[in-house]
């Protein structure tokens, strides 16, 4: 599975637009982009996932990159409760069975 | 629908005691199922995985070990903790959409 690369942390105002970024050069063909939250002593939720276009779900939007280098989650209006930490993760969708989390982006949300 | 559950919630241990964390999977057969641990301030680590019953794969060496007895059923155990086999144990099951979803989580302290 490819690497990638997030910020260590953001702050987000409520209300407002939360992007947050994630690299993944080496990322291959045939993998797609994963992310998921993590809530303070919680499991992982996932969140949405895309190949090459991008994604909406009712939980956020997905932009990928034409050369699909990099992408961004944004939630398109941040509470408080979105206040979590943040993984970007790149993986094979089929044969692919092992997914690495890296540290994350731990999101601040704040009113 | 699908569901996974994870127990004990927490539980404290003396250092050299044994442990065993239970895992089940409900509305799927045969799925991939994962064993990752969480230490504090630090993304995650996966630390075994099955695709079958009795098949296990593991990713880093360690004091702990898993089993799968039963399809649904995945279970991580140690003979004698340490101090550092503390943290947040997760276990999870690869869904549809190649899609990894995670139990509530298991925290553990090892005093």
């Known amino acids: 599975d490819a690497k990638t690369t997030q910020p260590p942390s953001m702050d987000c105002a409520e209300g407002r637009a939360a992007n947050l970024p994630c690299n993944h050069s080496?990322?291959?063909?045939?993998?797609?982009v994963y992310w998921y939250r993590q809530i303070h002593s919680q499991g992982p939720q996932y969140i949405i996932h895309?190949?090459?276009n991008n994604e909406t779900n009712e939980m956020a939007s997905l932009i990928i990159t034409e050369d699909r280098k990099s992408s961004t989650l944004i939630l398109p209006h941040a509470t408080l409760r979105d206040t979590a930490v943040y993984y970007c993760?790149?993986?094979?969708?089929?044969?692919?069975?092992?997914?690495?989390f890296g540290a994350g982006t731990r999101l601040f949300v704040k009113a | 629908s699908q569901t996974i559950h994870q127990w004990p919630a927490t539980l404290v241990q003396p250092v050299g005691s044994p442990l065993s964390l239970e895992c089940t999977v409900e509305?799927?057969?045969?799925?991939?199922l994962y064993w990752y641990r969480q230490a504090a301030g630090r993304g995650l680590q996966l630390l075994f995985y099955?695709?079958?019953?009795?098949?296990i794969s593991s990713e880093v060496p360690q004091n702990l070990s898993a089993s799968r007895p039963q399809d649904r059923q995945f279970i991580l155990s140690s003979k004698k903790l340490l101090l550092s086999d503390s943290g947040f144990y997760l276990c999870?099951?690869?869904?549809?959409?190649?899609?990894?979803?995670f139990g509530e989580g298991s925290w553990l302290t090892v005093v």
């Open positions: 999870a099951w690869k869904g549809g959409g190649n899609t990894i979803y």
């Open positions: 080496t990322i291959s063909g045939n993998e797609y």
């Open positions: 895309g190949l090459k």
């Open positions: 993760i790149v993986r094979d969708h089929t044969g692919g069975f092992k997914t690495i």
């Open positions: 509305g799927t057969s045969n799925p991939n």
């Open positions: 099955s695709v079958g019953i009795g098949q």
